[in-house]
């Protein structure tokens, strides 16, 4: 037998990116792959509602989220009402308003509708509401402050002032 040695086969040297900081290396390798994506705001935002759960509405303020939302879940338009529900009662005193004549109450339908075409409901605003009800708790201040300050008045009816009983002699 001849005297034959056996070598490995040669590979190439594994090649390790060098660590940072290390000589030669600057700055990391730049990234490769798709671009990030972009958003889409919606103007004005969109509200979705669950068809499927009794839950909050959802309010998406770009197009990719609204993409992302089930159809089969998720509609834009609310859902109907419980059925055998009753639709809600118009409640009642309410005012209405004409021009240039005075504010008339109203206790029910048929009174509002025998008004006319000419009165119109009027709308009370939040901010009305809440100037309405500043305005009453500061007459319900002055007046309590007035009653503190003002002699008590003597009961009616005519009474006359107690006697003082006279000493027997």
Do not use: C
Not at 68 to 94: H, M, R, S
């Amino acid at each position: 037998m001849a005297n034959q040695t056996q070598t490995p086969p040669q590979q190439p040297p594994a090649t390790q990116p060098p660590a940072p900081g290390a000589k030669g290396q600057d700055a990391p390798a730049p990234l490769t792959g798709p671009e990030p994506k972009t958003v889409t705001p919606l103007d004005p935002p969109q509200i979705f509602y669950n068809l499927k759960w009794r839950v909050a509405p959802l309010v998406v303020h770009t197009q990719e989220d609204a993409d992302a939302l089930d159809p089969n879940e998720w509609t834009q338009n609310p859902p109907p009402a419980a059925k055998g529900a009753a639709p809600a009662k118009p409640q009642f005193p309410k005012l209405y308003a004409n021009v240039n004549l005075p504010p008339k109450t109203v206790g029910d339908d048929k009174e509002a509708q025998a008004l006319g075409g000419d009165w119109q409901e009027f709308k009370f605003t939040e901010p009305l509401l809440k100037a309405g009800e500043a305005n009453l708790k500061a007459q319900q201040e002055a007046d309590k402050a007035k009653q503190a300050k003002a002699p008590p008045k003597p009961s009616a009816g005519g009474q006359a002032p107690a006697q003082q009983p006279q000493p027997h002699a």
